[in-house]
């Protein structure tokens, strides 16, 4: 139960929205621009950096929403987004994704720890500066999202086939929109 009434029972984000409307769609804004606008890395790399960062800030639905999206895009499964976020280093991506993944680490622990050697690293991966510049928005705003999700108190389905089932038609339909779907 959430630590305040918030007259419904959705889960995560979903029932903040529905608590208080007037902040779903810039939240939601955000978060279409962040996961899915045009941009140098993918919808997938770009979910798994927000779901990398929510599994650091052991935001429970947060890490299940997005990693089951992220696995979407992917094209892998929920327990091959599980072995990224334990261990990013060993696991089968792209150089500059476990860069860009350090720096993202970086910024959930505070902005300041993220280093020019860290950026120095994404940039001789081939990251662009655009894409460090996202890599510190997204794991920023994550930061934010998680904290708000928990420090509510709010609930999250731990079936994890909940979001997985629904992360096809997450992906279709983006985050602009009621939060009712």
């Avoid at 305040?4 to 804004?29: H, K, Q, S, T, V």
């Avoid at 622990?109 to 120095?120: A, F, L, R, S």
Wanted: proline share 3%; net charge negative; hydrophobic share 40%.
């Amino acid at each position: 139960m959430a630590h305040i009434e918030l007259n419904n029972d959705l889960p995560g984000i979903r029932g903040l929205m529905f608590y208080r409307p007037e902040i779903e769609a810039p939240l939601n804004a955000l978060a279409e621009f962040l996961l899915r606008s045009d941009n140098s890395l993918t919808r997938g790399e770009r979910e798994l950096i927000g779901t990398y960062v929510s599994y650091l800030n052991d935001c429970f639905f947060c890490q299940n929403v997005h990693g089951a999206v992220a696995g979407h895009y992917l094209k892998c499964s929920i327990d091959d987004i599980d072995a990224i976020k334990a261990d990013f280093t060993s696991a089968d991506i792209s150089p500059k994704m476990k860069a860009l993944l350090t720096i993202a680490g970086s910024v959930q622990k505070g902005g300041k720890n993220v280093t020019i050697e860290q950026v120095d690293a994404a940039r001789s991966e081939g990251a662009t500066d655009k894409e460090i510049h996202d890599t510190v928005l997204i794991a920023a705003s994550f930061c934010m999202f998680n904290r708000y999700v928990d420090g509510l108190g709010t609930w999250a389905p731990q079936d994890r086939s909940f979001y997985v089932n629904r992360a096809p038609q997450r992906a279709v339909e983006g985050y602009v929109g009621s939060i009712l779907k």
